[in-house]
Each structure stands twice: as structure tokens, then as C-alpha cells.
């Protein structure tokens, strides 16, 4: 662990030009610097570097962060790593935090276990270059089309037909038989001797993100049924199957400067792929595809495309696939193979122009790829169409954005031609129950933590009813449980709100006496503390993800007597690059980058945030009262047989209106 104190000199000693130079030809403007993109592909630049605030924006892909966080992107290192890169540039010696007499046994462990797994990687790799090795593992790998480079860079190899090759070799170059074993590269015979797990097989090693071997998989070549087609490695302390993706180490870089992942399932289908020249490509090899994995895919890309075999299995593994990766906020495709093809075949039978334009003439979004499959099977029957409907609605209830979600409603809308409020009814009633299940869960996790010093408090998404708003004098309605707002309408006011604290934070509003938000005799409040008082006194939680951690994770420092600047250092060089990235986007104004913010020559910066920042906070809450108007309004269309149910949403929809009104004429006087 790198200590705090080495943390902030790597971070000030780190020149945002200086770093991004390194890697990019930039070209002076005006105060700040220019340069096409390293992170996609444009002609004219849009990728600027302002070293005045130490945070480079592009302003066609979006990508913006700090030092770290270019050497994170532009490397695919994680946060530690890219801060040890940055050290090594700037001759910063990082002394790690003194780990405890566990912490080394357990580090040291790990690394005895890879070192392990490098050595049999490099045996494996020996072997094929033996006699033995080049008749029967070179001469298969040879017969699959693989050129001696693709063999050499996804360093195949050959697993002796002997029991005990390996063990024997390993004993000798001095390893334990204890980490043969934890490795799950040999087990132990009745007789107490070692054998190998991998023998008479060919062998592909699976590396980690890092790009150090961490399992194997071994496929026989013997065509007896009784013996399994391929043998893996356990899970071990080094390797999780479903954290783990074949080819990751290989197409990561790729994957992140395309923006665009291919996956697919087996291990020669990712060979044979980046051999014809497509480099994007993992395969979860040995597993169905888990959210872990795909959680390792959103760190380079949030686009998936999903190409699999056209026969029945691979059919619905392309539906199963399809809901992760969904639920996960990523962007999904599906491209089916003909029947009788897989990846590695179709990319051995044709060329790399014929297998690009297939994939692009040939991707399908979830709905046109469930419809396809499933309405065949529909048939003309209403109530499996009807159900091949709520399927679709289901999945498009998955995704975690609003905009994305409505999108989806749209086609499926005139896909079908179903009305978009029924489908909308669907989808709100299938994340209401996602929702109350995840709430459920997570109380159950949240009883298990007893020792937990401080339990995250249960936030519900909605106005509560209670203390007036702070300074504002409205008393907003509670929100029933399980209602979610829509984050897509409320994320423009919570930005907002999140640019003046983020900004202003640190200060004063200094209202006038005549002012209903001015308090006599005390010292004026800050920014931060004006926005924060009036969340905290309506229990309001933002709607949007992202926005809702930058908030919490702004007041967690700004709590801790932090100054405004060392909180935006905090934020910008946060390991958690979502906030670094919003954080940046902030404070990269793409106005200020090349000409004078017009605003600040009209009008004193104390006198416009006196004037905005209690209208924001009003225009918030009044859209949020929108919002759950909308939501009442809604559901009384549905409640026609519960008499109860519509005077108790009449009543709320009353106190909602009369609410508004207030807003409505504080605004009228801000």
C-alpha cells in the first residue's frame, strides 16, 4: 500500500503536460495545449490539456481526468500502478506501507504461486519445441492455421505425455511441492508421490490483466470419449474463473482505443481472431459469462459485442450473456455465426475484410435478436407474443440508464406496435421489484455487518415529509417506498448543483438583509453548507449514480476541515476514475479554454451565486415534485379497482400541487 503522504508528492510533483507530452505531440494555444486524441481516432483536434488546472478534456470522446488518471487510460494500469509509473518518471521512491507479519506471508505467498505458474508456462512453451512436442502439439496448433508468431505471442505449449514431467522439472529448478499443489498444477498420487495435472495435452495459458500466467487449459488431442476433451485449472488464490477472461492481457490496449469489445467463447476462437487481424477479442473460456467479468470489461470499454455460434447452445448463451451485461450499464450487440461456424472456424475460412463486414452487417441490438429468435417460436399465439413482449420489457427494465431505457421503449414501441406508456408500466413495475429485492439484500448484508461502525443509511429516492427545506420554506411530501425518480430528467439540476459545490464550494453566500435566506448576526454560509442543509433537512438522496457519489464523497472530505482546492486534488485524483471523471468534466469549462467567461464580466462572482445557487437548489426540488406527480398521476391509471388506493394517491397528488404552487412562487421571488 502506498502511503498517503507518497500519494500526494507523486500527485504535485506530476506536470499534467509533462505526462500527457510523453505520449501525445502537443501543441501550444493560448495558455493551455492541444493535440488529437490518443484515445480515439480524429483528424482534427479536440483533445485539450489545461495546465492551470492540471486536467486534460477531450472534447469529442469525453475523456478527462488528471495525470493519474491519462496514465490509467492510456496504459490500462490500475490506480497504485499508474501512480508507481508516475513515481518511477519523477524519481519518487515509493516505500510501501509496513504490512503486518500477515500481510507479507500472504503477499509472498502470491507471488511464489505466480512464479509457479511462470515456470510451467515457460516448460509448457520448452516442451513444444521437443521432438515429442513438434509431432503431436506443433503439428496440431499447425493444422488449426496458427502462424509460429500467434503460437509464440499466446505462448501455446505442449504437456508431456509422462505423469510426472513437470513435477520432476519444477522439484529440481527448486519449488515447493506445496505451491505445485496450490497452484493445481499437480496433485498428489495415493502413494504420496506428485503427478501432473496437464499431461498429453496441448496447453494454453490464461494471464491475468497484468499479463502474468495465472491458470492453464489443457485439450487432449486423443479422439477416446472417456477422456475429457479439455482439463482446466482449479480456482486457486491467483485465479478465479469468473474474474477471469481469456485474451484480456492481449486485447486490453485495443479494446480501450476502439472502445469496443468482441466476445466470444472459446480460446482458438480468440486466436484465430487476433492471427486475421481483429485484436479487440476475449472469451470467458470454461465459464458462462459472469458479472464479474463483465465489471473487467467496463474498465477498458462500454461497448460488447457478443459473437457466438449460431447452433442452439450458443444461441442462449447469447441470451443469457445479454441481461449482464445490460445490468452492468454497458452497451450490448449479438452477432450470430451460421450454423456450423464458430469464430476461429469463420476467420479461418475468410479474410479479414469479409469477417469486419459480417460483424457490422450482422449485429443486432438485444430486441431485433430476441424478437428474431423468439417470435419464431411464437409463432401467431397471442400469449407468447405477449410474453416474448414482456421479455423484451424485462431486459430493457436491466439497464441502469433512463435515457438508454426510454430509447429502448421507443423501438420496442414500434417494433411491436404496443403503446409506449404499457411498456413503460412494465418496465417501472420490474424495477420496482429489482429495487425492493436489492434493498432487501442489501439489509441483509447490512444485519450481518454488526461490528460495522457506522451502517450506510437506507436513503429512499424520493422528498420525506418532516423539517421544511432549509431557507426555502416549503415542505415537500414523502415519497412512497420503492418509487425511484427518473435520474435522466432530475441528472441535469443534480450537475448543477454538483458545479457550485464542487466550484464554489468554499464560498460565503452573502445575502442581503432584505433577503428571506439571510441570517442576522451569524456568519453568511457557505455554498457547500447552503445546498448541503437544504438536502440534508429533505432527506433528498440524488437520483443519479454518479453525481450522488461525487456529492457524498465532496461533503465526506469537506466534514474533514479539507480546503476547497485539497478537496478537488482528492476528487480529481480519486481511484474511483467515475468521480475523477465527472470532477473533471466540471471544472474543464470548454468556454474558459479559449475565450473569457463572458458571465464574469457582466456580474460579480458573489452577487451570481447569491442569485443561482438558491434558484438551483428551488428548480431541483420543484422538478423533483414533478417527477413524483408524474409517477402518482401513473399509477392512479392503474389503481381502478382500489378505491383506498386512489383517495390515498388523490391525497398525495393535492399536497404534491399545493407544494409545487410554493415552489413555484419562491421562484417567482429569487
Not at 247 to 268: M, S, T
Not at 579 to 593: E, F, G, S
Amino acid at each position: 500500500m502506498i502511503p498517503k503522504e507518497t500519494v500526494d508528492r507523486i500527485i504535485d510533483a506530476a506536470r499534467i503536460e509533462d505526462v500527457v507530452g510523453d505520449f501525445v505531440s502537443l501543441k501550444r494555444r493560448g495558455a493551455n495545449f492541444v493535440a488529437c486524441c490518443p484515445f480515439h481516432n480524429e483528424k482534427t483536434p479536440s483533445f485539450y490539456v489545461s495546465p492551470a488546472k492540471g486536467i486534460f478534456k477531450c472534447f469529442g470522446c469525453g475523456k478527462s481526468g488528471t495525470a493519474v488518471g491519462f496514465v490509467m487510460e492510456h496504459e490500462s494500469l490500475s490506480y497504485a500502478d499508474a501512480l508507481r509509473f508516475l513515481a518511477r518518471k519523477y524519481g519518487i521512491e515509493v516505500v510501501e506501507k509496513e504490512e503486518s507479519a500477515e500481510d507479507i506471508a500472504l503477499r509472498q505467498r502470491n507471488e511464489s504461486l505466480l512464479l509457479v505458474s511462470e515456470f510451467a508456462a515457460g516448460f509448457f512453451k520448452d516442451a513444444l519445441r521437443t521432438d515429442e512436442g513438434r509431432a503431436i502439439g506443433y503439428a496440431y496448433f499447425r493444422s488449426r492455421g496458427l502462424e509460429d508468431a500467434t503460437i509464440e505471442k499466446f505462448g501455446l505449449g505442449w504437456a508431456p505425455v509422462s505423469r510426472h514431467a513437470l513435477a520432476d522439472a519444477a522439484k529440481a529448478a527448486g519449488y515447493k511441492e506445496e505451491y505445485l499443489l496450490d497452484t493445481g498444477l499437480c496433485v498428489r498420487r495415493d502413494d504420496g508421490h506428485l503427478s501432473d495435472r496437464f499431461f498429453d495435452r496441448v496447453i494454453f495459458p490464461i494471464h491475468s490483466v497484468t499479463g502474468r500466467p495465472i491458470a492453464f487449459g489443457g485439450r487432449t488431442l486423443r479422439t477416446d470419449k472417456t477422456i475429457a476433451k479439455y482439463v482446466n485449472s482449479p480456482e486457486t488464490e491467483i485465479y478465479v474463473k469468473s474474474r477471469s477472461l481469456y485474451g484480456i492481457w492481449f486485447a486490453k490496449n485495443e479494446i480501450a482505443r476502439q472502445d469496443r469489445c468482441y466476445l466470444v467463447e472459446g480460446y482458438l476462437d480468440v486466436i484465430s481472431m487476433h492471427q486475421l487481424g481483429i485484436t479487440n477479442v476475449v472469451a470467458s473460456s470454461g465459464t458462462s459469462l459472469t458479472v464479474e467479468q463483465v465489471r473487467l470489461l467496463k474498465r477498458f470499454t462500454d461497448n460488447v459485442t457478443i459473437i457466438y455460434d449460431g447452433d442452439s447452445a450458443g444461441i442462449h448463451a447469447a441470451l443469457r450473456g445479454i441481461g449482464i451485461v445490460l445490468k452492468e450499464g454497458l452497451n450490448v450487440k449479438v452477432v450470430l455465426l451460421p450454423d456450423g461456424d464458430d469464430p476461429d472456424s469463420y476467420s479461418r475460412k475468410h479474410t479479414l475484410d469479409e469477417v469486419t463486414d459480417f460483424i457490422s452487417s450482422h449485429e443486432q441490438d438485444f430486441i431485433e435478436f430476441k424478437s428474431d429468435i423468439l417470435l419464431g417460436e411464437a409463432g401467431s399465439d397471442p400469449l407468447k407474443r405477449a410474453n416474448l413482449i414482456n421479455d423484451v420489457a424485462d431486459t430493457i427494465a436491466l439497464i441502469p440508464d433512463a435515457v438508454k431505457r426510454s430509447v429502448y421503449v421507443d423501438v420496442c414501441s414500434a417494433k411491436f406496435n404496443i403503446e409506449a406508456q404499457i411498456l413503460f408500466g412494465r418496465i417501472s413495475s420490474t424495477r420496482g421489484e429489482m429495487l425492493a429485492e436489492e434493498k432487501k439484500q442489501h439489509e441483509l448484508r447490512r444485519r450481518r455487518d454488526a461490528s460495522a461502525e457506522h451502517p450506510e443509511p437506507e436513503s429512499g429516492p424520493g422528498l420525506s415529509a418532516g423539517e421544511p427545506v432549509a431557507g426555502a420554506g416549503v415542505e415537500p411530501p414523502s415519497a412512497p417506498e420503492g418509487l425511484s425518480l427518473d435520474d435522466a430528467v432530475l441528472a441535469p439540476c443534480e450537475k448543477e448543483l454538483l458545479e457550485f459545490i464542487v466550484e464554489y464550494g468554499d464560498e460565503p453566500l452573502k445575502f442581503d438583509q432584505d433577503s428571506e435566506f439571510y441570517s442576522p448576526g451569524g456568519e453568511p454560509v457557505s455554498v457547500a453548507e447552503f445546498i448541503g442543509s437544504a438536502m440534508d433537512y429533505d432527506e433528498i438522496c440524488f437520483a443519479n449514480r454518479i453525481y450522488r457519489k461525487v456529492y457524498d464523497e465532496y461533503f465526506l472530505y469537506y466534514d474533514e476541515g479539507l480546503t476547497q482546492e485539497q478537496i478537488r486534488n482528492r476528487l480529481l485524483n480519486s481511484d474511483d476514475r467515475e468521480v475523477a471523471a465527472v470532477t473533471a468534466d466540471i471544472l474543464v469549462d470548454k468556454y474558459v479554454i479559449t475565450v473569457e467567461n463572458y458571465r464574469n464580466s457582466m456580474t460579480s462572482r458573489s452577487t451570481m451565486l447569491v442569485i443561482y445557487v438558491p434558484k438551483s437548489v428551488l428548480a431541483y426540488k420543484a422538478r423533483r415534485v414533478e417527477e413524483m406527480l408524474k409517477k402518482y398521476s401513473s399509477m392512479l391509471e392503474t389503481a381502478s379497482e382500489d378505491v383506498q388506493g386512489q383517495m390515498d394517491l388523490l391525497e398525495k397528488i393535492d399536497a404534491l400541487n399545493r407544494t409545487r404552487n410554493k415552489i413555484s412562487r419562491k421562484l417567482g421571488r429569487v
